[in-house]
């Protein structure tokens, strides 16, 4: 059977940049048109030149080689002429070999927002997309708030969708624009949209204020949309767009859509796609979300121990995919809901091979139950977990002891007479039994002890010079001032592995002291440092 062609059209440069909190550079832009051009998608929307110099300079030279590099833009103002309106120019002169231009669909937007007639918005439609075709771009167009339009005014709404097409556009994309249609109005609407427009030109741009853009964006392709927009982890306006790390799998995956279509997207891609995922999170400089779809940390992560006694028999039992076909691993976590299957597994993870009858297992599950009951968590630190496995088997060295500590935190006026807050601290360490007294300033207690314990490990000093820490969290475990807490360090090297450590305490030093010293322990292991 031969399959369909469906198109994917990445706005994460556009609507990605209307994300609260995301500001893309110029660097970022390149960068992530590089990385969407690597993955396959057809069109990159790159921004709206015009709008801010940033866009501007982006769209001062082609950014893409595989992809159609696309401008977005609104279509030209109404009482004046396509040639005299200044945005649509600047869309039209951008080094772009595509253009994508919002259009109102929706009556109510045109009487509100634009204030001009229901005529003398069609007659924008045309003109701009006759000027864009006249000036040689592939041109598409945006129906901003089709779905809510249609409901609305549905001949109007339609309306819009055929003054495009007729006047030349490639692509007619229906927008549900404040994310609030159900996957059964998009099928009924695409496929109403489909008798004035041919369905190999209807595209369609969903967002996720439901939680439904995937679903409606699966609809609208049953339906007869050729095109899909979505973005890199579901960045975009409010709750986001459609997702495309969550898009492109099902796609190709799911027989009920891979029988049928065909995306551009090759298998090599799909392979690496958690990884380009999370690569883009550290673009963002956010945190990857654990629980995405497919790509997630946690995915593939197991916690239940009858799950994870029937994944180890057979991985199908709780897998819909396997996690290599997107680039994602197997986890079995260790954690008071899992038996010897999780432990077993997660031991074989960080390289602990121990037979299921060693009696050492069974007290090892018991102390991991323990210490969660206590507030440890180990399932989002794996490093310490690894720690107390080997130390029940006796395979961690004492490298060094911790004595004592101290931590100040004084609040007074500097030599400038501004009022700052200093934190001290210092660390006794005995190292080969000789005494090692080190002492540090830092921004807070913890950032203090940090550089004090790394100050000095006697020997082991080379082999923690490249550790540093890459985030920290506190977590409160019940209310009042003397809560219990639990802190979580995540700490890397010049290897780039990231390692997760936990400690947990009424006092939150105490509990930071705790992950810090696990992690320097984590780190003396895995550089191979020898024992005293
Ligand atoms: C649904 C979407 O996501 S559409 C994409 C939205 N993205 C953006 O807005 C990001 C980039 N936007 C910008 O930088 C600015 O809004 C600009 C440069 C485009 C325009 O800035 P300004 O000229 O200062 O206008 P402002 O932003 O205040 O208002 C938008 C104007 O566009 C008009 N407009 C909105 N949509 C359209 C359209 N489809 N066709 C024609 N005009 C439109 C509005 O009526 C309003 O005009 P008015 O001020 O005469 O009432
Ligand atoms: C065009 C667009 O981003 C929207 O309608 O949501």
């Not at 409010?238 to 790390?245: F, S, V, W, Y």
Request: a negative charge; hydrophobic letters at 40%.
């Amino acid at each position: 059977m031969t399959r369909e062609r469906l198109y994917l059209f990445d706005t994460t440069l556009r609507d990605g940049a209307q994300t609260a909190g995301v500001d893309f550079t110029l660097e970022d832009k390149i960068e992530v048109a590089g990385m969407l051009d690597r993955l396959g998608v057809d069109y990159v929307e790159g921004g709206y030149p015009g709008a801010n110099p940033t866009d501007t300079e982006f769209f001062a030279a082609p950014r893409t080689s595989h992809a159609i590099f696309t401008a977005f833009g609104m279509t030209k103002r109404a009482g004046r002429s396509a040639a005299n309106d200044p945005g649509l120019q600047g869309v039209l002169r951008a080094k772009a070999e595509a253009c994508c231009f919002v259009a109102k669909s929706w009556d109510f937007h045109v009487r509100e927002a634009l204030g001009i007639t229901l005529d003398e918005n069609l007659e924008t439609i045309r003109d701009t997309v006759a000027a864009s075709v006249a000036a040689g771009r592939e041109t598409m167009v945006d129906c901003e708030h089709f779905f809510d339009g249609w409901k609305a005014n549905r001949d109007y709404a339609l309306a819009c969708a055929k003054a495009a097409y007729e006047a030349g556009a490639r692509w007619v994309v229906l927008c549900d624009t404040n994310g609030g249609t159900t996957p059964e109005e998009v099928a009924e609407i695409v496929a109403s949209a489909a008798t004035v427009v041919p369905a190999g030109k209807l595209g369609i741009h969903a967002h996720d204020d439901m939680g439904l853009a995937v679903a409606n964006s699966l609809a609208a392709v049953r339906a007869g949309a050729r095109q899909i927009q979505g973005t890199l982890n579901g960045l975009g306006e409010r709750c986001g767009n459609a997702n495309l790390t969550t898009l492109i799998p099902t796609l190709k995956l799911k027989p009920d859509f891979a029988e049928r279509y065909e995306v551009g997207v090759p298998d090599e891609s799909l392979s690496a796609l958690a990884q380009l995922s999370r690569a883009f999170d550290e673009l963002l400089n956010r945190p990857s979300n654990r629980h995405a779809p497919y790509v997630g940390a946690n995915a593939f992560a197991t916690k239940a121990g009858i799950h994870a006694s029937a994944i180890l028999k057979n991985p199908r039992t709780y897998e819909h995919v396997t996690p290599d076909s997107v680039g994602n691993h197997r986890r079995l976590l260790v954690s008071d809901q899992g038996g010897k299957s999780n432990l077993l597994s997660e031991l074989a993870r960080v390289g602990v091979e121990v037979d299921r009858s060693d009696p050492r297992l069974d007290r090892l599950l018991a102390d991991v139950k323990a210490r969660e009951a206590q507030g440890y968590a180990y399932e989002g630190a794996e490093a310490s977990f690894a720690l107390m496995a080997k130390r029940a088997l006796g395979r961690v060295p004492d490298f060094f002891t911790v004595e004592s500590f101290r931590v100040m935190v004084e609040r007074r006026h500097n030599a400038l007479g501004e009022l700052v807050t200093m934190s001290e601290a210092v660390v006794k360490v005995t190292v080969d039994g000789e005494p090692l007294i080190t002492a540090a300033e830092g921004i807070g207690p913890v950032n203090a002890l940090d550089v004090a314990l790394r100050k000095d490990l006697g020997r082991y000093q080379p082999y923690i010079a490249d550790l540093r820490l890459t985030d920290y969290k506190v977590r409160i475990l019940n209310g009042g001032t003397e809560a219990v807490t639990r802190v979580l360090i995540e700490s890397t090297d010049g290897d780039g592995e990231a390692w997760t450590t936990v400690g947990v305490s009424p006092n939150v030093v105490d509990a930071s002291f705790e992950a810090l010293v696990d992690s320097l322990t984590y780190k003396l292991l895995k550089a191979g440092a020898p024992a005293p």
